[in-house]
């Protein structure tokens, strides 16, 4: 079965840290394009961290820069998303992607949600004390 799986989510204080998972199965993920991406409740899907598809650099969201760190395991097929010293803010649903065509996700362009055609059902992130 073709499918991404997100775990990694729950609750936790300010300051602390997270790390989530992307775990890949029926395809080889390192062959593509990865994108992490979080919604808030009434807010648009924005896109945090990725791979683009043009040599694997990786790209970062300004709200998140320094603080998020995306990296990815291939022998596990597996993409993680380290989150530290969260922030209230920090709360959403978090999600991974990737583009299966392989058309597009390119440099910085990896952070556009309308780059991705396959998507994971997400991991919740709460961030309270």
């Known amino acids: 079965q073709v499918q991404l799986v997100e775990s990694g989510g729950g609750l936790v204080q300010p300051g602390g840290s997270l790390r989530l998972s992307c775990a890949a199965s029926?395809?080889?993920?390192?062959?593509?394009?990865i994108g992490w991406f979080r919604q808030a409740p009434g807010a648009e899907r924005e896109g945090v961290a990725c791979?683009?598809?043009?040599?694997?650099?990786?790209y970062y969201a300004a709200s998140v820069k320094g603080r998020f760190t995306i990296s990815r395991d291939n022998a596990k097929n597996t993409a993680y998303l380290q989150i530290d010293n969260l922030k209230p803010e920090d709360t959403a649903t978090y999600f991974c992607?990737?583009?299966?065509?392989?058309?597009?996700?390119?440099?910085?362009?990896?952070?556009?949600?309308?780059?991705?055609?396959?998507w994971g059902q997400g991991t919740q992130v709460t961030v309270s004390s």
């Open positions: 992607a990737t583009d299966r065509s392989r058309t597009g996700a390119y440099y910085a362009t990896c952070l556009q949600r309308n780059q991705y055609n396959f």
């Open positions: 029926g395809f080889r993920l390192e062959h593509y394009a």
């Open positions: 791979f683009s598809l043009a040599g694997g650099s990786t």
